[in-house]
């Protein structure tokens, strides 16, 4: 069954086509009846208006809906105020939604579900696939954000997270540290982070002829300063020599810096840590965490110039990186 045209519910109440878009679109004049009976047969028959991609072409555009996982993560609140500066250079307004990784959050916010019509979507998806996006039937132009789609010809945009990890370890190595520590694997649920970084991680590894040492990878179960902490307590109390950490966002590298300092273990003298986002936070924790830096404004540029787009560029739009180095691998600010 195809879908539902705005001429299949003028059919059904057996009305014009203009007067049903007055309906929808709020302009002209209808009376009260004929409004509710116009509604019913819209919820009726499933009816979506498409208004959202004829208002971007048309330069009409007011809004656009953002979804992201955990706004009470800094880097997602940091991406979200660099995705609202983007927009903003466009006079659009954004719509923050947090879905906190939930597929039903995420599938309704991908379908434009219990959201006002909007010109654009932008979603950081945790618990969707590839294969819930080629199944999506709302025709609102929609880009994704970070690793963790997997496969797909839709837009999105992305660091190149297995360059960007194995850029983390080099920097490292070239510092001389051998015995490097991953915190961040992951066993179970949307792992695809994990995955990229540990592969990079062991790129570098390989590159350099050290020995990959299982006993030297920490897993986690989220990337939150708690995790990295008993993490690195894990780390310390197995016994296995290691004199760097890699980890895989800045929270769980500050939460091992937290664990090392009241161990006693010099950081970068003994031990040294590097991170992966760039938070503001990184900046100001002691020592100052090294940490791969993200062009998060790029990365929000690029998402709002691809959905503003006619059609979107398809496919994946990686993003610069570079290496923020600080105290807690440098032993000095730079």
């Known amino acids: 069954m195809g879908r539902t045209t705005l001429k299949d519910v003028a059919e059904r109440v057996g009305v014009s086509a203009k007067t049903v878009s007055n309906v929808v679109n709020g302009t002209g004049w209808v009376t009260d009846d004929l409004r509710g009976r116009v509604k019913a047969a819209i919820d009726e028959l499933g009816y979506r208006p498409n208004v959202a991609a004829r208002n971007l072409r048309n330069g009409r555009s007011g809004m656009i809906a953002v979804a992201l996982p955990d706004l009470s993560q800094p880097y997602f609140a940091e991406l979200a105020s660099d995705l609202v500066r983007a927009a903003q250079e466009r006079s659009i307004t954004v719509l923050i939604n947090q879905t906190d990784g939930r597929e039903d959050a995420e599938r309704r916010i991908a379908e434009g579900i219990d959201i006002p019509v909007m010109d654009g979507l932008i979603l950081s998806p945790l618990a969707l696939t590839a294969a ?51 915190i961040g694997a992951q066993q179970s649920g949307p792992n695809e982070t994990s995955v990229l970084r540990l592969s990079g991680y062991r790129q570098a590894l390989e590159s350099a002829g050290i020995p990959f040492d299982p006993a030297l990878v920490a897993t986690v179960d989220t990337y939150y300063r708690g995790d990295g902490a008993q993490a690195a307590e894990a780390l310390l109390d197995g016994g296995t020599p290691f004199d760097a950490v890699f980890a895989f966002n800045d929270l769980l590298a500050l939460g091992a810096l937290h664990v090392l300092g009241a161990r006693g273990v010099s950081v970068p003298g003994q031990v040294a840590v590097i991170g992966f986002d760039n938070i503001e936070e990184a900046g100001y924790s002691t020592p100052a965490l090294s940490s791969v830096a993200p062009d998060t404004l790029a990365l929000a540029r690029t998402a709002i110039d691809l959905l503003t787009a006619d059609p979107p560029a398809r496919g994946i739009h990686s993003i610069p990186f570079v290496i923020a180095a600080r105290a807690s691998t440098t032993g000095e600010d730079t």
Do not use: C, K, Q
């Open 132 to 182: 819930d996006f080629e199944l999506r039937t709302d025709t609102t132009p929609l880009i994704l954000l970070g690793e963790h789609v997997g496969e797909t010809e839709m837009p999105h945009v992305a660091v190149d997270n297995t360059a960007a990890a194995r850029a983390a370890v080099e920097h490292l190595i070239g510092l001389g540290r051998r015995r490097i520590a991953a």
